[in-house]
């Protein structure tokens, strides 16, 4: 039952007319330009919309206002530039993007285990599910933690931290800056969802190591020497040294049957007859291009100059029709030894 003068107490600390339930809530100005120009792609709450656009709570653990503000203006990806955004509200939209970062509940994760678990699993729905997969087992780029060897061998938690610090720009892996508590719950969370698909294997995604070793080391090196031609351009001794022990499963057989990133050297000669070598930067009907030795980046007309283009991964797609079964799991089975 309502007490007359609780109402009256209301009525008098309100403005003349208008009643406390009348009165407007303040607007967030930021929240309004979020909403314009953003909710769309990383939704209402900024919970993300995976895989394709990240969750945005949380981007304060990962990237700088400044960082921020460069993505808004140029965009990134699929993620289109946004150049006028200035002044009043690119400060008020990072002060929304940066503040009330109140953790969500990881969508499809269970509730239970440990309350560091539980608050781990909520900073990684924000800031690794987008690349890892909300369960940790892979997604749209990064790997399946679950099965990762740093994970696996890893017992303090004390690399898997320093990873998390200091990111792996190599593989486009930002640095996040968490305080040890929050590292400690990541890591915790990470740890069970190992131990989840441990416990139920047939519920993985990936590939595992162990799928991967069924061939013969000996053929392998026979076809690596031999019919392969795969000594032509590698060693054992020279730049596969240790390769086993960089990469390992999956990774290493992409990377033997389609490396990437891998340069192509290009020599191109001038009408007066010079030549000039260097790595292949560009090139398309129209032009090609070329870095040289102390990294200048020079470009010429494809039909006033002469060039040949030396490119060894050419050697690894000539190899696609030629490979059988056996040639692949044996050569895999030899890269493996290579420690």
Not at 100 to 111: F, N, P
Request: with cysteine; proline share 6%.
């Amino acid at each position: 039952m309502a007490l007359p003068w609780a109402v009256n107490v209301r009525a008098a600390n309100s403005p003349a007319g208008q009643s406390h339930t009348d009165s407007p809530l303040p607007k967030d100005p930021g929240a309004e330009s979020y909403a314009k120009r953003c909710a769309i792609c990383h939704g209402d709450l900024r919970e993300g919309n995976l895989p394709g656009f990240p969750p945005l709570l949380g981007i304060s653990h990962r990237m700088s206002n400044d960082k921020i503000a460069d993505l808004i203006h140029v965009g990134k990806g699929r993620m289109p530039g946004f150049p006028a955004v200035k002044d009043t509200e690119l400060s008020e939209l990072l002060h929304f993007l940066t503040t009330g970062e109140s953790a969500t509940t990881a969508a499809g994760i269970s509730a239970s285990g440990s309350t560091l678990s539980q608050a781990g699993a909520q900073l990684f729905q924000q800031n690794c599910a987008f690349c890892h997969g909300r369960d940790a087992m892979g997604g749209e780029t990064g790997p399946d933690l679950t099965q990762s060897r740093l994970v696996r061998k890893d017992r303090t938690g004390d690399e898997i931290a320093k990873v998390i610090h200091e990111g792996r720009p190599d593989n486009k892996m930002p640095a996040f800056n968490f305080s040890e508590q929050e590292t400690r719950g990541v890591i915790a969370f990470i740890r069970e969802r190992q131990a989840e698909a441990v416990a139920h294997p047939g519920g993985r995604r990936g590939v595992s190591v162990e799928d991967l070793q069924t061939g013969n080391a000996a053929a392998g090196r026979r076809y690596f020497e031999g019919a392969g031609g795969c000594s032509n351009c590698h060693s054992p001794t020279g730049d596969l040294a240790g390769i086993a022990s960089r990469h390992e499963g999956l990774e290493l057989e992409q990377r033997m049957l389609y490396p990437e990133n891998v340069k192509s050297a290009v020599k191109v000669t001038l009408p007066s007859g010079q030549t000039i070598a260097g790595t292949l930067a560009y090139r398309d009907e129209f032009t090609v291009a070329l870095r040289d030795a102390n990294g200048v980046y020079r470009s010429w007309p494809v039909k006033r100059v002469r060039y040949k283009v030396d490119a060894p991964v050419e050697a690894h797609v000539d190899l696609f029709p030629k490979y059988t079964d056996d040639d692949i799991h044996n050569l895999m089975a030899y890269l493996q030894t290579l420690r």
